[in-house]
């Protein structure tokens, strides 16, 4: 059987160890698996093919997790990224699977950040946003019980038409009401909510400067 000759720390990376077989390099490991090698060791083909499985988990497990740290992703989206250097899709369940376990990765958790996210800085309306959710593989059941909690339909709308007003002052009422109300639309949101948030906005409009609108009307 091939016998361990050398444990080496990699220069690039120190929390990685390259193991030498008969003198001749054979595998890299993550630092944990490789403190239970010794050098002189014997190791079957077995357990070569073992330990270079679980060393794939773990660098797969390492992946996502520098992608997490970034900002929370959909579970879909990090298997589709685990998935496109060809790695067996064993190794990738078994990487989502640990994630889960360690709370990387959490659907609910991503649909309320998604949702929050959007409210905050681009407004959308109910369907956009159960829309955007189901791209990213979120389940329908799932979508339903974050906007029914999370997301406010009429002050999103007013929010979205607000960040678009100032742009048509000047203009009359009905081709504010167009233009907003085409704006809100492709927002995703629905004609009734649209309408009673340009209304309230008009309104708002009216009493904060009563020459916004011109008088063409």
């Known amino acids: 059987m091939p016998t361990i000759t050398l444990l080496e720390v990699q220069k690039k990376?120190?929390?990685?160890?390259?193991?030498?077989?008969?003198?001749?390099?054979?595998?890299?490991?993550?630092?944990m698996d490789a403190a239970?090698?010794?050098?002189?060791?014997?190791?079957?083909?077995?357990?070569?093919v073992e330990l270079k499985h679980k060393d794939e988990i773990v660098r797969a497990f390492d992946q996502a997790v520098t992608?997490?740290?970034r900002r929370p992703y959909s579970t879909q989206e990090v298997r589709k990224k685990l998935s496109r250097k060809d790695?067996?899709?064993?190794?990738v369940d078994a990487a989502i699977n640990r994630l889960m376990q360690y709370g990387y990765?959490?659907?609910?958790?991503?649909?309320?950040?998604w949702v929050d996210n959007r409210t905050r800085f681009k407004?959308?309306?109910?369907?956009?946003?159960?829309?955007?959710?189901?791209?990213k593989g979120i389940a329908n059941s799932l979508i339903d019980e974050v906007l029914d909690e999370h997301h406010e339909e009429d002050d999103a709308a007013y929010?979205?038409?607000?960040s678009r007003a100032r742009r048509f002052r000047g203009q009359p009422k009905e081709a504010f009401r167009q233009k907003v109300g085409g704006f809100l639309q492709r927002r995703g949101f629905n004609y009734s909510t649209s309408k009673a948030a340009i209304q309230e906005l008009i309104n708002n409009?009216?009493?904060?400067?009563?020459?916004?609108?011109?008088k063409d009307d």
Do not use: I, T
């Open 36 to 48: 239970l090698l010794r050098k002189g060791q014997e190791l079957d083909p077995n357990a070569v």
């Open 105 to 113: 990765l959490d659907d609910r958790a991503f649909a309320r950040y």
């Open 67 to 69: 992608l997490l740290a």
């Open 13 to 31: 990376n120190k929390e990685r160890v390259n193991v030498y077989l008969d003198g001749e390099f054979a595998f890299g490991l993550n630092m």
């Open 159 to 162: 929010r979205a038409a607000e």
């Open 205 to 214: 409009l009216e009493a904060e400067d009563p020459d916004f609108f011109s």
């Open 87 to 91: 790695r067996p899709p064993e190794v």
């Open 123 to 135: 407004p959308r309306g109910r369907q956009a946003l159960g829309y955007e959710l189901r791209q």
